[in-house]
């Protein structure tokens, strides 16, 4: 049965690194005959998280603040796997990624007990170092909290400049992480 992926891209850069293990991931996924849709945050405006519970109220457009989360909620809603992309930005994710990622929390505030949909989940990231801890430890934590299920991790290190990830191995294994979804 095919499966329903969006891709939240955190990168700023729409052709770097990141963003070549986003398109093998989604190339394997789309080939078996699952559905990707992929967003780059770093050019859609997306305000940060007021805190102010005040969403949930319209499931449309859950949130109070009007701004491109609004194209983000229904294929979110609708996805059953999300993909965190992101370069490695001081230890973490980056905060493109961030940003859209807690404004996610009006679509719990649609539930009376602030329940997240489940959703099977993968990390991708990119980074210059290898130093991924921090970021496995966030995610791993964060897959626990929403009760979701990781399907895998993607983390390329040894790759800053644009075009460092050419010929890496990484970009075979998101391909078939990508594949193997069905």
Same mark, same amino acid.
């Given at each position: 049965? *095919? &499966?329903? !992926?969006?891709?939240?891209?955190?990168? =700023?850069?729409?052709?770097?690194?990141?963003?070549?293990?986003?398109? +093998?991931?989604?190339?394997?996924?789309? +080939?078996?005959?699952?559905? %990707?849709? +992929?967003?780059?945050?770093?050019?859609?405006?997306?305000?940060?998280?007021?805190?102010?519970?005040?969403?949930?109220?319209? =499931?449309?457009?859950?949130?109070?603040? &009007? $701004?491109?989360? $609004?194209? !983000?909620? =229904?294929?979110?809603? @609708?996805?059953?796997?999300?993909?965190?992309? *992101?370069?490695?930005?001081?230890?973490?994710? *980056?905060?493109?990624?961030?940003?859209?990622?807690?404004r996610l929390f009006a679509v719990a505030e649609c539930d009376p007990n602030?329940?997240?949909?489940?959703?099977? *989940? %993968?990390?991708?990231?990119?980074? @210059?170092?290898?130093?991924? +801890? /921090?970021? /496995?430890?966030?995610?791993?934590?964060? @897959?626990?909290?929403?009760?979701? &299920?990781?399907?895998?991790? !993607?983390?390329?290190?040894?790759?800053?400049? %644009?075009? $460092?990830?050419?010929?890496?191995? /990484?970009?075979?294994?998101?391909? /078939?992480?990508?594949?193997? !979804?069905?």
């Amino acid at each position: 049965m *095919s &499966k329903k !992926i969006i891709i939240l891209n955190g990168s =700023p850069r729409k052709t770097g690194n990141t963003a070549a293990l986003t398109s +093998e991931f989604a190339k394997g996924a789309r +080939e078996v005959g699952n559905t %990707v849709t +992929e967003f780059f945050l770093g050019s859609m405006n997306i305000h940060g998280c007021k805190g102010c519970f005040g969403g949930g109220k319209n =499931p449309d457009s859950p949130c109070v603040q &009007k $701004d491109d989360m $609004d194209k !983000i909620y =229904p294929v979110y809603k @609708e996805a059953d796997i999300v993909v965190l992309a *992101s370069p490695l930005y001081y230890w973490t994710i *980056s905060g493109q990624l961030k940003t859209a990622f807690d404004r996610l929390f009006a679509v719990a505030e649609c539930d009376p007990n602030y329940r997240n949909p489940r959703k099977e *989940s %993968v990390l991708i990231m990119a980074a @210059e170092g290898h130093g991924f +801890e /921090e970021s /496995e430890y966030w995610y791993d934590r964060l @897959e626990k909290h929403l009760g979701w &299920k990781s399907l895998g991790k !993607i983390l390329c290190g040894g790759v800053m400049a %644009v075009g $460092d990830i050419k010929d890496k191995q /990484e970009l075979k294994d998101a391909y /078939e992480l990508g594949k193997a !979804i069905g």
